[in-house]
């Protein structure tokens, strides 16, 4: 399925048929593409790159298409990195985190920092991180793929 061009976002590098490789969604996937290219939000004289996930729902595109900038796509990889880091650890923990401190890390960007912490104000944090260690740990095979191309890119880039 060809990705649209005629809508607000403008697809510069492309990659369709993702619902082909989309994870646990393979092959019954909504999100048929993914993009690179010149953001919706664009106003005239001011151009900002964005990516986005598009979906499809059988009868036209759908609203739920995510945009985002680049830097945001980035963040989101290094929190995912991050996590995955922590929870290789977490089983030193009772309850998969220090209950006396939610901080993980902080990540020096942009002069500030990514403060990632468990998110110690969800009242089913014991339950929930449970949940979502064991739900990685079943995605493993398909996340560590991901990060070594990502890694192999990086290092051919000069990263």
């Known amino acids: 399925m060809k990705i649209p061009t005629t809508l607000k976002h403008k697809p510069v590098i492309v990659s369709e ?3 082909r490789i989309d994870g646990r969604y393979a092959d019954h996937s909504d999100a048929k593409g993914l993009s690179v290219g010149l953001a919706q939000w664009n106003d005239r004289g001011k151009v900002d790159v964005s990516a986005k996930i598009w979906r499809y729902t059988g009868e036209k595109w759908s609203r ?11 963040d989101l990889a290094i929190l995912i ?3 995955k880091t922590y929870l290789q650890d977490a089983y030193r923990y009772p309850k ?16 500030g920092a990514l403060d990632v912490s468990v998110c110690a104000d969800n009242p089913m944090i014991d339950e929930d991180i449970v949940l979502f260690r064991d739900a990685l ?5 398909l996340l560590s793929e991901r990060l070594r191309r990502l890694s192999g890119l990086l290092r051919d880039m000069g990263y």
């Open 17 to 19: 048929e993702y619902d």
């Open 64 to 74: 739920q298409s995510e945009e985002m900038p680049l830097h945001r796509v980035l």
């Open 81 to 83: 990195c991050r996590t």
């Open 96 to 111: 998969l985190y220090d209950e006396n401190s939610a901080a993980i890390d902080r990540i020096p960007l942009q002069g």
């Open 137 to 141: 740990l079943k995605d493993d095979e």
